[in-house]
C-alpha cells in the first residue's frame, strides 16, 4: 500500500517545502542576527548562533505538520510522521526557550560589573538570575517530557500522571528522598533570602574562601589555596558562617605587634600613618593604632587599616606587620618583647 497520497502530490510538497524552509530560516535568522548586532537590545550577539538550531527544528516540524494537513501522508507513515512532528516540536520548542532564556540573562547582566571593586549590586542580581534560571530550565524539561509522553497513547496515562501526581510523588518522595528535596528547597531559599551570593568571601569549615558556584543543589566554595569545598545549600541554611562582604566588600584588617614598655606609641602611630600613604592597598578611610592590652611582660599594640576588599586586606596587614617589624628592629631594638630577671647578688645573713 501507497504511504503518500500521490507521488506528484509528495515530490511538490519535498520542493516547495524544502523552498519554504530554506527562505523561512533564512530570513528569520538574518532577521535575529541584526537585531543582535545592535547593543541597545537585550539579545546577545550571538543569540542567532545560539537559536539556530531549534529555530530550524521548528521550522522542520511545522513543515510536517502542513504535510500532514494537506494529506501528503497516509497510513502507518502519516502516524509516525505526526509523531515525530508533535515530539519534535516539543523538543525544539524546549530547546529554544531555554535558549532564549539565558540569552536574556545574558544581555541583562552586560548591564553589571561583577569584577567591579564595590560589586554588591551587580553580586546580588547575578546570584538570583542564575538561581532561577536553573530552576526555569529544570521545570521546562520536566513539564516538556510530561507534555511528549501524552503524545502516546498507549503511555498517555504515565505522561498526565507525570504531571498532575503532585500529592502522591509527594509523600513518597518525602520519605525516600528527604534530604534531595531539602537541598532543592534551600538551593531556591539562597535565592530569594540571598545569604550567600557569588564571589562573596566566606569562612565556613575554618577554612576562607570565596563562593565561586551557587547550583540548586551544592555550592562549591574556592579556597584561597587553589582547593574547592563543595557544601549542599543547606550547609548555609542550617549551619552558622562567616560572610564578610553581606553588605560591602570593604574590610578591616588589623595587625597585632607585642613589645616593650619602653616603646614609643606616638612614634609607632606615626610610622603606621605613613606606611599607609605610601601604599595603594589602603582605602585611605580607616587607620589606628591603640594599645589594646598590656601583661606583665609587655604590651599588645592593634594596628587596625581599611581596603577595599579581602584580598587587598591580606596584602595590607602582611605589609604593615612588617615594616612595624622592622621600624621596631632599627629604631626600638631595646624594646622588642622580653622576659626579665632581677637577681640579686647579696649574701643572705
Not at 548586532?37 to 539579545?43: A, S, V
Not at 524539561?141 to 503524545?151: P, Y
Request: charged share 20%; with cysteine; proline share 3%.
Amino acid at each position: 500500500m501507497n504511504n503518500f497520497h500521490t507521488d506528484s502530490g509528495f515530490l511538490q510538497f519535498l520542493v516547495f517545502g524544502f523552498l519554504g524552509l530554506l527562505l523561512t530560516f533564512s530570513i528569520v535568522f538574518l532577521v535575529l542576527k541584526r537585531i543582535g548586532k545592535d547593543p541597545k537590545n537585550l539579545l546577545p550577539i550571538n543569540f542567532a548562533n545560539r537559536i539556530k538550531i531549534p529555530l530550524l527544528l521548528i521550522i522542520i516540524a511545522l513543515v510536517l505538520r502542513i504535510g500532514l494537513l494537506n494529506d501528503v501522508f497516509e497510513g502507518s507513515l502519516m502516524l509516525i510522521t505526526g509523531h515525530v512532528c508533535t515530539l519534535l516540536l516539543i523538543f525544539a520548542v524546549t530547546w529554544s526557550c531555554i535558549v532564549i532564556l539565558r540569552s536574556f540573562k545574558s544581555g541583562l547582566m552586560r548591564k553589571y560589573d561583577i569584577t567591579a571593586d564595590d560589586n554588591l549590586n551587580a553580586r546580588r542580581v547575578f546570584t538570583q538570575f542564575t538561581i532561577l534560571e536553573r530552576v526555569v530550565i529544570f521545570l521546562l524539561i520536566v513539564f516538556a517530557i510530561g507534555v511528549a509522553l501524552m503524545s502516546f497513547d498507549g503511555i498517555r496515562a504515565i505522561g498526565i500522571s507525570f504531571l498532575t501526581s503532585a500529592g502522591i510523588a509527594g509523600i513518597i518522595l518525602g520519605f525516600s528522598a528527604q534530604k534531595m528535596l531539602g537541598t532543592l528547597v534551600a538551593g531556591i531559599q539562597i535565592a530569594i533570602t540571598q545569604p550567600i551570593r557569588l564571589d562573596d568571601v566566606v569562612i565556613v569549615e575554618g577554612e576562607w574562601g570565596w563562593i565561586e558556584e551557587i547550583n540548586l543543589t551544592y555550592v562549591v566554595v574556592r579556597i584561597w589555596d587553589k582547593r574547592r569545598i563543595v557544601l549542599p545549600t543547606t550547609y548555609f541554611i542550617e549551619k552558622p558562617f562567616q560572610n564578610w562582604t553581606r553588605t560591602t566588600s570593604e574590610i578591616l584588617g588589623t595587625v597585632f605587634i607585642y613589645t616593650d614598655f619602653g616603646i614609643s606609641v606616638d612614634a609607632l602611630r606615626e610610622e603606621l600613618t605613613r606606611l599607609l600613604k605610601t601604599t595603594p592597598l589602603w582605602d585611605g578611610n580607616v587607620n589606628v593604632l591603640q594599645v589594646t592590652n598590656a601583661t606583665a611582660t609587655g604590651m599588645e599594640i592593634r594596628a587596625l587599616m581599611s581596603s577595599k576588599n579581602s584580598p587587598t586586606s591580606w596584602d595590607l596587614r602582611v605589609f604593615i606587620r612588617e615594616k612595624l617589624i622592622t621600624f621596631i628592629q632599627q629604631n626600638y631594638p631595646d624594646c622588642l618583647p622580653k622576659t626579665r630577671i632581677e637577681y640579686n647578688d647579696k649574701p643572705n645573713l
